[in-house]
């Protein structure tokens, strides 16, 4: 029985998550109840059950730990049961993060209802989403009532009007919930936002569908997140911002999915912005086509500003066109930028212009008269001075320890995207999240490299806390053959792609289909797929090749219910795809997963571990290879009853001195060098 804390403070009780959490996985496991009651039937893992007890004693101790645990493992009971008993014991919400939609949801519909079920003790638990993922209210009645035109397309109107009705009716009020097709550039106009909510004084705040989840996230004891939210919510915290912030305050913490934390702090804790995001912010304010926007009121105010707006999406046009045009003399569509001023920014100071007078605008706006216009336009203000400051910073380069770089995209490239990612998010997390604050719990299925934490631990600034690689459960030995052909030319030689496409053609009929062909480029994928498409007909087999039309869990499903069937597929099909079953039994590795060594974030990584006394290759684009490639050998087996064959097409395996770190880092089963 968990430990109550009563009146005194957490240092003079001793913790009973430790004891709680051993006895819940003790012989009487309430998790026997499982398959009863809809959940897995349970199997007694000894890995599940020393991480459970590793997680319980780091809550306890306020520790940090990092634990892989391979697939099968049973990882999220192992970190779910001693973070309830730790909620309910500090009195304060535990948050679990997550990188997928798809775990979030086996959490919040599977696993923790189960325990609500089973376990001795009583808890609750909310699902927190970004705030733009909710209706919002009042702008939803201003825009389906009296304020239409403040949409930019009257065509959008009946969709409006039926995502009005289905609010009525809705009991969450997110975006997720609506079941009928709307064009989605509807959804920017009625979702809420920060910058125009004026909460408790808001008519709508007691029927507030963003403010009722977020009372939800305050009193719950388990708060699943997503890890754009929970970094978007620590950056706030970190700024000591704290009324801005997202997340209550919070006593422990598990990041699931962890092995995405680099770059999934990279993205968020840097700078973006995208001439499409601009252009938006402008059309809202006033849109000239259309005749549409929040200044199309009468009087001399409301013309000088649509005048200045107009003035200013031209020199939003001329300033994105200098920067395709800087673009445009390289052949790649990401292009780092290495020095700064390297075009004019003419649009920081214009867009300073138009916030001082939108602020004049707004002191003259009598509140009474139209607040709704007023907190519209507050909403616009904060998003103009988020990309005054933005492409200032950008321009000029002024965020030090940055990597900056362009990238081309949409039709015609007519989309341009502007980045900056800190290079150092190690020494940040070590800062703001490996504090000693509270209890941080790491855990993925792929984090080692040859068995050790070391480059993980190296790269996220985790060195305030313990560490365990958990055992498979799997019986690799009897459910997994590797064959390695070693006639392989190397990969950059011409003859690489024939000889790829035949080996491919041998092991698909030995399997008869049923396989992942994973790719490292598009243009390799697409070339392969259009030699072989031929060869699969012939065979009756479907294969689904990724960026042809459908979207990747359309493919998955196709996949599942053609048991024969064949995916060619690039990045997205390496990780965080479970494919259970006969379905998949064969993978093919077609080249050793290398990053893009011209992507300015690796080369500029590359550069500072060079310039700190490292080697690149062995310090960074090694291990992230082999980390990259133990993900796509993992999408094999996922339960004791799955078998296989991992293909390995990359002769560099067994023909380089480095290859051993892969073949170390592979499942111990038998390996065919053939
Ligand atoms: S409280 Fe804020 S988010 Fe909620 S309806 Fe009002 S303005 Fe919208």
């Given at each position: 029985m968990i430990m109550p804390l009563g009146e005194?403070?957490?240092?003079?009780v001793q913790s009973g998550i430790v004891p709680s959490t051993e006895a819940f996985f003790?012989?009487?496991?309430?998790?026997?109840k499982s398959a009863e009651l809809g959940g897995p039937a349970y199997e007694r893992r000894p890995q599940q059950e020393e991480m459970a007890r590793k997680v319980a004693a780091a809550f306890a101790e306020k520790k940090n730990l990092c634990v892989e645990a391979p697939t099968g493992v049973g990882k999220s009971f192992a970190y779910l049961v001693p973070a309830i008993y730790c909620a309910l014991e500090l009195r304060k919400p535990l948050v679990v993060s997550t990188e997928t939609i798809s775990l979030q949801e086996q959490l919040v519909e599977k696993d923790l209802p189960l325990l609500q079920k089973i376990m001795d003790v009583q808890f609750s638990v909310a699902l927190a989403k970004g705030r733009?993922?909710?209706?919002c209210r009042r702008r939803l009645a201003l825009i389906a009532g009296?304020?239409?035109?403040?949409?930019?397309?009257?065509?959008?109107r009946s969709d409006v009007e039926k995502i009005a009705l289905w609010a009525e009716k809705a009991?969450?009020?997110?975006?997720?919930?609506?079941?009928f097709p709307f064009d989605p550039q509807c959804w920017d106009y009625i979702c809420s936002e920060t910058g125009n909510c004026s909460k408790p004084?808001?008519?709508?705040f007691k029927r507030c569908f963003y403010w009722r989840a977020r009372k939800k996230w305050d009193t719950a004891d388990i708060i699943v997140s997503n890890h754009a939210l929970f970094f978007t919510d620590l950056k706030i915290k970190s700024s000591e911002n704290?009324?801005?912030?997202?997340?209550?305050?919070?006593?422990a913490l598990v990041l699931d999915e962890s092995h995405t934390l680099e770059d999934e702090a990279a993205q968020h804790l840097g700078l973006h912005v995208s001439s499409s995001g601009v252009r938006l912010c402008l059309k809202r304010l006033f849109d000239p086509q259309r005749?549409?926007?929040?200044?199309?009121?009468?009087?001399e105010e409301e013309l000088k500003l649509r005048g200045q707006v107009a003035e200013l999406m031209d020199a939003t046009e001329i300033f994105f066109e200098k920067v395709r045009d800087f673009a445009?003399?390289?052949?790649?569509?990401v292009i780092r930028i290495?020095?700064?001023?390297?075009?004019?920014?003419?649009?920081s100071e214009k867009i300073g212009h138009l916030e001082h007078r939108l602020n004049e605008y707004l002191k003259e706006l009598d509140e009474d008269e139209d607040d709704n216009l007023s907190q519209e336009l507050s909403a616009m203000l904060l998003r103009c001075e988020y990309y005054r400051l933005a492409i200032s910073d950008f321009v000029a380069m002024r965020l030090d320890d940055h990597v900056y770089w362009i990238e081309k995209g949409g039709r015609s490239e007519m989309n341009i995207q502007l980045y900056a990612a800190p290079l150092n998010v190690g020494e940040i997390l070590r800062k703001?999240?490996?504090?000693?604050e509270l209890p941080v719990v790491l855990t993925s299925a792929t984090l080692s490299v040859a068995g050790k934490l070391d480059y993980y631990r190296n790269r996220i600034g985790f060195d305030n806390g313990t560490e365990d690689v958990l055992d498979t459960p799997f019986d690799y030995e009897n459910q997994v053959k590797i064959y390695i052909p070693k006639s392989m030319p190397l990969?950059?030689?011409?003859?690489y792609l024939g000889s790829a496409c035949d080996e491919i053609e041998n092991y698909i009929k030995m399997t008869h289909g049923k396989a992942f062909v994973l790719f490292t480029s598009y243009d390799t994928m697409k070339r392969s797929s259009e030699r072989l498409r031929g060869f699969f007909e012939d065979l009756g087999i479907t294969l689904l090749v990724q960026?042809?039309?459908?979207?990747r869990s359309d493919m998955l499903n196709e996949f599942k219910h053609d048991i024969d069937s064949v995916i060619f597929g690039v990045t997205s099909f390496w990780m965080g795809v479970d494919v259970p079953g006969e379905s998949l039994s064969n993978v093919i590795?077609?080249?050793?997963?290398?990053?893009?060594?011209?992507?300015p974030l690796v080369q500029a990584r590359s550069e500072k571990i060079e310039r700190e006394g490292g080697r690149a290759f062995m310090d960074y684009s090694l291990p992230e290879a082999v980390l990259r490639f133990r993900q796509g050998v993992g999408?094999?087996?996922?339960?004791?009853t799955d078998k296989g064959i991992i293909v390995i097409l990359d002769r560099r395996i067994i023909?380089?001195?480095?290859?051993k770190t892969f073949i170390n880092s592979l499942p111990k089963c038998p390996v065919e060098i053939v």
């Amino acid at each position: 029985m968990i430990m109550p804390l009563g009146e005194s403070t957490e240092l003079e009780v001793q913790s009973g998550i430790v004891p709680s959490t051993e006895a819940f996985f003790s012989d009487s496991t309430p998790l026997l109840k499982s398959a009863e009651l809809g959940g897995p039937a349970y199997e007694r893992r000894p890995q599940q059950e020393e991480m459970a007890r590793k997680v319980a004693a780091a809550f306890a101790e306020k520790k940090n730990l990092c634990v892989e645990a391979p697939t099968g493992v049973g990882k999220s009971f192992a970190y779910l049961v001693p973070a309830i008993y730790c909620a309910l014991e500090l009195r304060k919400p535990l948050v679990v993060s997550t990188e997928t939609i798809s775990l979030q949801e086996q959490l919040v519909e599977k696993d923790l209802p189960l325990l609500q079920k089973i376990m001795d003790v009583q808890f609750s638990v909310a699902l927190a989403k970004g705030r733009g993922n909710y209706i919002c209210r009042r702008r939803l009645a201003l825009i389906a009532g009296e304020h239409s035109e403040y949409l930019p397309a009257d065509s959008m109107r009946s969709d409006v009007e039926k995502i009005a009705l289905w609010a009525e009716k809705a009991l969450e009020g997110s975006r997720s919930e609506i079941d009928f097709p709307f064009d989605p550039q509807c959804w920017d106009y009625i979702c809420s936002e920060t910058g125009n909510c004026s909460k408790p004084k808001c008519a709508y705040f007691k029927r507030c569908f963003y403010w009722r989840a977020r009372k939800k996230w305050d009193t719950a004891d388990i708060i699943v997140s997503n890890h754009a939210l929970f970094f978007t919510d620590l950056k706030i915290k970190s700024s000591e911002n704290l009324e801005m912030s997202l997340l209550p305050v919070y006593g422990a913490l598990v990041l699931d999915e962890s092995h995405t934390l680099e770059d999934e702090a990279a993205q968020h804790l840097g700078l973006h912005v995208s001439s499409s995001g601009v252009r938006l912010c402008l059309k809202r304010l006033f849109d000239p086509q259309r005749g549409k926007g929040l200044l199309m009121r009468s009087g001399e105010e409301e013309l000088k500003l649509r005048g200045q707006v107009a003035e200013l999406m031209d020199a939003t046009e001329i300033f994105f066109e200098k920067v395709r045009d800087f673009a445009a003399g390289y052949q790649d569509n990401v292009i780092r930028i290495k020095q700064p001023d390297f075009i004019t920014d003419i649009l920081s100071e214009k867009i300073g212009h138009l916030e001082h007078r939108l602020n004049e605008y707004l002191k003259e706006l009598d509140e009474d008269e139209d607040d709704n216009l007023s907190q519209e336009l507050s909403a616009m203000l904060l998003r103009c001075e988020y990309y005054r400051l933005a492409i200032s910073d950008f321009v000029a380069m002024r965020l030090d320890d940055h990597v900056y770089w362009i990238e081309k995209g949409g039709r015609s490239e007519m989309n341009i995207q502007l980045y900056a990612a800190p290079l150092n998010v190690g020494e940040i997390l070590r800062k703001i999240l490996f504090n000693g604050e509270l209890p941080v719990v790491l855990t993925s299925a792929t984090l080692s490299v040859a068995g050790k934490l070391d480059y993980y631990r190296n790269r996220i600034g985790f060195d305030n806390g313990t560490e365990d690689v958990l055992d498979t459960p799997f019986d690799y030995e009897n459910q997994v053959k590797i064959y390695i052909p070693k006639s392989m030319p190397l990969p950059d030689e011409e003859n690489y792609l024939g000889s790829a496409c035949d080996e491919i053609e041998n092991y698909i009929k030995m399997t008869h289909g049923k396989a992942f062909v994973l790719f490292t480029s598009y243009d390799t994928m697409k070339r392969s797929s259009e030699r072989l498409r031929g060869f699969f007909e012939d065979l009756g087999i479907t294969l689904l090749v990724q960026g042809e039309g459908k979207n990747r869990s359309d493919m998955l499903n196709e996949f599942k219910h053609d048991i024969d069937s064949v995916i060619f597929g690039v990045t997205s099909f390496w990780m965080g795809v479970d494919v259970p079953g006969e379905s998949l039994s064969n993978v093919i590795i077609t080249k050793l997963p290398f990053a893009v060594p011209t992507h300015p974030l690796v080369q500029a990584r590359s550069e500072k571990i060079e310039r700190e006394g490292g080697r690149a290759f062995m310090d960074y684009s090694l291990p992230e290879a082999v980390l990259r490639f133990r993900q796509g050998v993992g999408r094999l087996i996922r339960k004791k009853t799955d078998k296989g064959i991992i293909v390995i097409l990359d002769r560099r395996i067994i023909s380089k001195r480095y290859g051993k770190t892969f073949i170390n880092s592979l499942p111990k089963c038998p390996v065919e060098i053939v």
